[in-house]
């Protein structure tokens, strides 16, 4: 009988298989059976190898794996929201040249590695923002418009209404 962490690893290679198996469809687009075939070969093979890199060995919580899809919809539309709303606002900053651009330094509250890299590109897609360094809870963010640099009040003004979408997606 195989012990846990057999059965751990075999989900990690699964669930890697099926991401790449996501990013295959999304990219050649098509439902033709011997493409099928091939992208389950290839992201099988590539599973087989790499499943360590991107499913870490004590990330074993299954809902930090697999994303909600109502909240993760709605997050979505929050983003594009959130992107337009900054552009709007980054546009008459820029022509005029008013910008105070500030690095900034805090921590996110998510505890899911991938939650915290979905936040970082989520900083990053935001015009006006862009993540310089994510290394386990603590982001390095720099903002193009910054009215402070205390770290809680950068922390509520940029990632905390994205962390409450997060949350809910990944925890």
């Known amino acids: ?18 991401y790449l ?9 098509t439902l033709a059976v011997p493409s099928l075939v091939i992208g389950l070969v290839f992201s099988t093979s590539v599973a087989m190898v790499t499943f360590g890199v991107f499913i870490e060995k004590d990330e ?17 539309c929050v983003l594009v929201i959130k992107i337009y709303l900054a552009s709007f606002k980054l546009v008459p900053m820029v022509i005029t040249l008013d910008v ?9 509250k998510l505890k899911s590695n991938i939650a915290r890299v979905a936040l970082a590109n989520a900083i990053t897609l935001t015009p006006g923002t862009l993540t310089l360094d994510l290394s386990s ?9 910054a009215p402070t640099t205390h ?16 949350k809910r997606i990944w925890m």
């Open 21 to 29: 198996m996501l990013g295959w469809l999304l990219f050649t687009w």
């Open 60 to 76: 074993a919580a299954r809902r930090s794996l697999l994303p909600r899809a109502h909240f993760l919809i709605i997050f979505l």
């Open 1 to 18: 009988m195989p012990d846990i962490t057999t059965k751990w690893k075999a989900v990690r290679i699964a669930l890697t298989t099926l």
């Open 137 to 145: 809870d603590h982001l390095i963010v720099h903002w193009l418009d």
């Open 100 to 108: 105070s651009p500030r690095i900034v330094h805090f921590r996110s």
């Open 151 to 166: 770290s809680k009040y950068a922390h509520s003004l940029i990632a905390e209404s994205f962390e409450r979408w997060l």
